[in-house]
Every structure is written in C-alpha cells, then in structure tokens.
C-alpha cells in the first residue's frame, strides 16, 4: 500500500507532466502559423464581429495587401478550423463560412442542394456556367472542398465524383455556404451572413 505522501507527491509529478505537455503542443499549434498568416487570424480576430462582420480569410489576406494562395488559405483555415476558442464568430457561423472563398461556397451550395434533393450532382461544366467561373476553377474548388473534408471524392471506373459529407446535407437549409460582401467606400469590405 502507497503512502498517502507518496499518492500526493505522484499526483503532482502527473499535473506536472499533463501542464508541460498541454503547454508544449499549444504552442506547437503556435508554431504552425508563420507571422504573415498570424497577421491574418490576428486581422480576423479583430475585424469578427464590428459591423456584423463574418470576414472570411480571402478577404482579410487582401486587405493585408498578402499574395493569395490555396495553401495559404488551407493553413490557415486549418487553424481556424481547429481553434473555435478565437472568437465567437467561429462557432456561431462555423469555420467553413470563413475561409471558403465565395466560388467555393456557391459550388458547394450548389452540390448540397442538389443532393439534398436527390438529384443528380451536376458536372464541372455545370457547375462552371451556375457559379460563372471557369471549369479549372471549379476543380480548384472542388479540390479545396474535398480537402477540408466538406466533399469526399468518388472514383467510378475513370470518373470522378465528389459526394457531399452527410454532416453538410443535415444543415438547415438555406442557411449553409451563405455571405454576403460589403464594400463600403473607403474601400474596407468584409463579408457579412
């Protein structure tokens, strides 16, 4: 039998141990992000919430005058995705509201409601002419979309198909994939749902 000096003295090494290695990976999760992109969630994090805002991360690299990049994007995103404790923004809107781009929500809407309502999901070139961009934008798109596990890539025989993850079918309808931008005069903008 431990003595009861010796359970106390264990049960601190262990709330030790739990502290150092809780501190150690939160600030690995730091360390994912280099300064351009903490700039950006920096930006984000001010800008939720001032004038109804819902800025997505597009919008605010912009602003931050930053090179656009889908890798940027899915970093950052990725972060967003994995920090909801950020901002009220992120778990009242969800985090794909904020770092899809508007092609990217308008392509995704357009698959979730086309399965929602047992239709067929419409083709790249379909997509392409309903969303008004072109057929590599649509890929790009739907590449970023299965990457952020919002799609799931379907391969049939040499076809492709991406399905929609049921957790994005069971959102309440028309309330998903849903931003509205606003450009005011001074030229700040900011997406708003």
């Not at 351009?36 to 931050?64: C, H, P, R």
């Not at 049939?156 to 309440?172: F, G, I, Q, T």
Request: proline share 3%; charged share 25%.
């Amino acid at each position: 039998m431990l003595s009861e000096r010796y359970k106390q003295w264990l049960l601190l090494a262990a709330s030790g141990f739990l502290l150092f290695t809780g501190s150690a990976r939160a600030s690995t999760d730091q360390g994912q992000l280099n300064p351009k992109e903490q700039k950006v969630i920096d930006y984000l994090v001010n800008d939720w919430g001032q004038d109804f805002s819902v800025t997505s991360v597009d919008i605010a690299m912009a602003a931050l005058k930053l090179e656009q990049s889908d890798e940027t994007r899915f970093r950052i995103g990725s972060y967003i995705k994995g920090h909801p404790e950020l901002h009220e923004v992120i778990r009242r809107w969800g985090w794909a509201t904020l770092v899809l781009t508007p092609d990217e929500k308008l392509i995704a809407r357009a698959l979730v409601n086309a399965e929602r309502e047992g239709k067929t999901n419409p083709g790249t070139s379909e997509l392409a002419k309903a969303v008004g961009v072109s057929e590599a934008q649509v890929k790009s798109g739907l590449s970023t979309l299965a990457r952020y596990e919002i799609l799931k890539k379907d391969t049939v025989a040499d076809s492709v198909n991406y399905r929609v993850m049921p957790h994005y079918l069971k959102w309440e309808p028309r309330l998903d994939f849903v931003f509205h931008k606003v450009s005011l005069d001074n030229g700040w903008q900011f997406n708003t749902n």
